[in-house]
């Protein structure tokens, strides 16, 4: 069948003014959740607050655990527009809003522009994809700047490309890969770099080697990435051995993290990430596996590699979090795109049945939505779901609304329209079951309770966090905590000032009795024992989880 005609101009400008009102226009509706959001906000606001941005700091304590792009990134929204909820997202809303620009302009590069529209649709509206790209945590940003590299490679390579197209879309793919070493670090140039042996391997074409601008491309990555790595080691010299072989080949190989999961663990990962996209998912891989006889350099199956490198690197990691799996999603979603286009040439209402479980998953749904209370705990009592829950049936019947409206599109031979309603449905499905989070917030977030006290907390007085460390406390409390009994992830930094800390509660005791005004944070178990201990305190403020206590 032939090819549609191109969409208008204004209407492709309207859907991307539409799409960056929903994905921007969200940011500052949840409080900041624990650990990530509280982690990754707390960092950048103590660069701020100390001018210190050479090195990085948690909780006044040194933290080496990953690079300092996205730091300096969300101290610079702070210091221009101040600390708020959005501030502290919007590198990572930038980075996936830039992902899904950079899947539409590859797919229209190299193949048209039906392909780029749901390439760009697929991404935006896909679940893992939405949801980490409102989330303040370092995964958006990596994923933005490694899927870039990945499509500047491809389109270096293409088959006519000119020189001057080479080197510059080369040129732009190892910028992007200094940025993505300045975002998490080695997995920058590890994973690309095993994608192009393995796709060489495969392809049985060593040529493309000569055309990476290598010796160019790697003093691009020196120059832009060894400043800050000097510059923090000559400051802080156990820097180089904690982030290099503890954060690096010790996270990969061991357990060290607790973050250890089955090798299968991104499996389901995948399935449920890719929604509204589960049916394209399995025969887009196949399809792109087939070579291309038309074509020397082979884009999907390069995508194909990439997909795979990912996928499989992180399986077999015993440090694994469902985020990880993100720098496969552009590309991926540029395989569907691609798989999505060729289907609806050769019979335009084939996506009536990709909508069709959707429909009924969406039932599914609904059911369930209302027995989320049942999830309920000691720490996240039954009210706090009975909020949720009404958002979780807004999500579930926007995805509803778009199945049924992708249907009805396609049985009237209208793919792009259907394509165009799944990912509508996909990114408020995603969008509300975020912003319904929130409900949760009084648990998973330090918000309330520091709302409580923090008008009360003059400047200089002690404020311990006891047995416990809570990641969004001391953003909203615009403070550091001392730290009793507690270690976990800040242990490296307390090594480096153990001043900073009290190793038991014997010795909190002390202190506590010796202030004149002090302030507790601790689990309500550690406040029972200190008061059967005679410990004087007085509660201030306590939720499901915590308890904040004054000196009397």
């Known amino acids: 069948m032939a090819q549609q005609r191109s969409l208008p101009a204004k209407t492709l400008l309207f859907l991307l003014a539409l799409f960056a009102v929903l994905w921007f226009g969200t940011l500052d509706y949840r409080k900041l959740i624990k650990p990530d959001e509280g982690r990754y906000a707390e960092i950048p606001r103590e660069m701020v607050a100390s001018g210190d941005w050479l090195t990085p700091r948690l909780n006044g304590l040194k933290y080496f655990e990953k690079p300092a792009l996205q730091y300096w990134a969300t101290a610079a929204a702070f210091t221009v527009f101040g600390e708020h909820h959005w501030t502290a997202r919007l590198w990572s809303a930038l980075a996936g809003f830039l992902g899904v620009l950079a899947t539409w302009f590859t797919a229209r590069r190299l193949w048209d522009e039906d392909v780029a529209l749901y390439a760009a649709g697929v991404l935006g509206g896909s679940l893992l994809y939405s949801l980490i790209g409102h989330v303040n945590t370092l995964d958006m940003g990596v994923s933005c700047f490694l899927s870039v590299a990945v499509f500047a490679f491809v389109l270096a390579q293409r088959d006519r490309v000119t020189p001057s197209e080479n080197r510059n879309y080369m040129l732009g793919a190892w910028l992007a890969l200094a940025l993505a070493v300045l975002s998490k670090g080695l997995i920058g140039l590890l994973l690309p770099a095993a994608t192009l042996v393995l796709y060489s391997l495969w392809q049985r074409d060593f040529d493309l080697w000569r055309r990476l601008h290598l010796f160019s491309g790697l003093l691009l990555v020196i120059v832009v990435t060894a400043p800050w790595f000097i510059a923090v080691s000559a400051a802080n010299p156990e820097f180089a051995h904690f982030f290099f072989i503890h954060e690096h080949f010790e996270r990969f190989l061991t357990k060290v993290h607790g973050r250890y999961q089955p090798i299968w663990y991104f499996v389901p990962i995948l399935f449920a990430g890719m929604l509204p996209w589960l049916i394209g998912l399995l025969p887009s891989l196949w399809r792109a596996a087939r070579r291309d006889p038309q074509s020397r350099f082979q884009p999907r199956r390069f995508l194909l590699v990439w997909i795979a490198v990912v996928f499989c690197f992180f399986s077999v990691s015993d440090s694994k979090l469902a985020s990880y799996i993100l720098p496969l999603f552009p590309a991926l979603a540029a395989l569907i795109g691609w798989y999505f286009a060729e289907i609806t040439r050769r019979d335009p209402r084939v ?202």
């Open 351 to 552: 996506l009536r049945w990709h909508a069709l479980p959707l429909i009924l998953l969406a039932l599914v749904g609904l059911a369930l939505a209302r027995e989320v209370a049942r999830l309920a705990s000691p720490e996240v009592p039954a009210a706090l779901y009975a909020d949720y829950q009404p958002w979780l049936l807004a999500a579930c019947g926007s995805l509803l609304a778009g199945a049924l409206a992708a249907y009805i599109c396609s049985l009237r031979a209208r793919p792009r329209a259907a394509l165009i309603s799944l990912a509508a449905g996909g990114l408020l499905f995603s969008q509300l079951i975020l912003l319904g989070h929130d409900s949760l917030a009084p648990s998973n977030s330090a918000y309330a309770i520091a709302q409580q006290v923090r008008d009360q907390v003059k400047p200089g007085v002690p404020f311990y966090s006891v047995a416990t460390y809570d990641q969004t406390l001391p953003f909203y409390l615009q403070r550091t905590l001392t730290l009793v009994a507690y270690r976990d992830e800040l242990g490296f930094g307390i090594d480096q000032e153990p001043a900073n800390f009290i190793p038991d509660l014997a010795g909190f005791a002390a202190a506590w009795r010796a202030s004149p005004d002090a302030w507790a944070l601790m689990p309500p178990d550690t406040y029972r024992r200190l008061l059967e201990q005679g410990l004087p305190m007085r509660v201030a403020a306590q939720d499901t989880r915590r308890i904040i206590v004054r000196k009397p």
